[in-house]
């Protein structure tokens, strides 16, 4: 994982598929990527994951080395549905 994607740390975030994807609603996380902007290291790849998404990351190894180089963000009741089953309550609305 690169350096901006590891800057995710200091957000809060789900594991789902065992890729880490920022739980936060829709404010923080503009905030958020706002500050990611503000720093000058680089370049932030983020991508929106839905669960179609996640689930071609179970079958394509290269497509899910490349969502895991980025900040992923959460899109889509299937997203909440995986979140809910594995962590017990879906992401926060929009």
Known sequence: MNLIANFAVLSSR???FDLPVCDLGWDDALVFINELLSI???Q????FVNARNM???LR???YRAVLAQNLLLPEG???DIASKVAHGSPFPPA
């Open 44 to 47: 932030t790849s983020i991508s």
């Open 60 to 62: 394509d190894s290269d």
């Open 40 to 42: 000058p290291v680089g």
């Open 14 to 16: 789900r594991a789902i």
């Open 55 to 57: 689930l071609v990351t």
């Open 77 to 79: 009741p299937g997203l």
